[in-house]
T-cell receptor
Framework: KQEVTQIPAALSVPEGENLVLNCSFT??????LQWFRQDPGKGLTSLLL?????REQTSGRLNASLDKSSGRSTLYIAASQPGDSATYLC??????????FGAGTRLTVKP | DTAVSQTPKYLVTQMGNDKSIKCEQN?????MYWYKQDSKKFLKIMFS???????INETVPNRFSPKSPDKAHLNLHINSLELGDSAVYFC????????????FGSGTRLTVV
């Protein structure tokens, strides 16, 4: 069974700081790992998808890494902005049937 | 043009009622899902449908029944609603189940009173 854990549960930083969100998963036989963003009262938006053959993926100020052997992924956000405030969710596939989600990290970036 | 659309966005109903939530996707995906997000914001898979066939059913009470008339639609019917059913329900779709093209609807906030 795929279980996804995210640390920390909440994070508050001043604007401009670089930060790292952590994700761990129990079943390393995955095709990919995905990071999503959820704004309050909204659905989920896909940020980055890392293929199992990749070590990392970048989009703008976001960089996600994947270490299948240790069952870990990190999401690095550079030069954080107040607009980055949201909940960030990590998801890993299970049995090629669906994605299993962590509980998320609620990020607040203070101006 | 909305890729994954759910209706209604909000639903308030009394205990014991039966209600349905509709979902449609125009992405040509072959797999659709229902997730439940509880008050602690934990997102949990309920059902997955691939080409109109149920391929997963995670320990969900049988009061919940998904119905897929075609691969672009996956509706969720709930019988005898209980207070604990209050949550946000998200529909999603993808190419197969392994994460590619995973797209979520905006959610239906269900409140049972």
């Amino acid at each position: 069974k795929q279980e996804v854990t995210q640390i920390p549960a909440a994070l508050s930083v001043p604007e401009g700081e670089n930060l790292v969100l952590n994700c761990s998963f129990t079943d390393s036989a995955i095709y990919n790992l995905q990071w999503f963003r959820q704004d309050p009262g909204k659905g989920l938006t896909s940020l980055l998808l890392i293929q199992s053959s990749q070590r990392e993926q970048t989009s703008g100020r976001l960089n996600a890494s994947l270490d299948k052997s240790s069952g870990r992924s990190t999401l690095y956000i550079a030069a954080s902005q107040p607009g980055d405030s949201a909940t960030y969710l990590c998801a890993a596939p299970y049995n090629n049937n669906d994605m299993r989600f962590g509980a998320g990290t609620r990020l607040t970036v203070k101006p | 043009d909305t890729a994954v659309s759910q209706t209604p966005k909000y639903l308030v109903t009394q205990m014991g009622n039966d209600k349905s939530i509709k979902c449609e996707q125009n992405l040509g995906h072959d797999t659709m899902y229902w997730y439940k997000q509880d008050s602690k914001k934990f997102l949990k898979i309920m059902f997955s449908y691939n080409n109109k066939e149920l391929i997963i059913n995670e320990t969900v009470p049988n009061r919940f029944s998904p119905k897929s008339p075609d691969k672009a639609h996956l509706n969720l019917h709930i019988n005898s609603l209980e207070l604990g059913d209050s949550a946000v329900y998200f529909c999603a779709s993808s190419h197969q189940g392994n994460g590619y093209g995973y797209t979520f609807g905006s959610g239906t906030r269900l409140t049972v009173v």
